[in-house]
Nanobody, 117 residues
């Protein structure tokens, strides 16, 4: 059974920082591309950042220079370090695992991040 469990969300003031974690089980984590997506209120889900099995990363333009994605294959965990948070970063953040070779995609349940002005 595949499980992606996010943690680390919460309420923070603008300019603050949070670190999200996503612990994966039931998948071959080391070969998965891991991503963080977010869905602001009333808007569509969007990609925030992704990291491949080889460690290559890409970021949405809106978070470049402020957010950092990383992974620990020994712990089957992916992280999203968020700094200089803005009110527009407020959203439910979702963890995603994509196994390219099988074209399988899995989602976590989401964690709320609220940035107050």
């Amino acid at each position: 059974q595949v499980q992606l469990v996010e943690s680390g969300g919460g309420l923070v003031q603008a300019g603050g920082s949070l670190r999200l974690s996503c612990a994966a089980s039931g998948i071959r984590f080391s070969i998965s591309t891991m991503g963080w997506y977010r869905q602001p209120p009333g808007k569509q889900r969007e990609l925030v950042a992704a990291i491949t099995s080889g460690g290559s990363t890409n970021y949405a333009d809106s978070v470049k220079g402020r957010f950092t994605i990383s992974r620990d294959n020994a712990k089957n965990t992916v992280y999203l370090q968020m700094s200089s948070l803005k009110p527009e970063d407020t959203a439910v953040y979702y963890c995603n695992a994509f196994i390219t070779s099988f074209r399988l995609s899995y989602w976590g349940q989401g964690t709320q991040v609220t940035v107050s002005s």
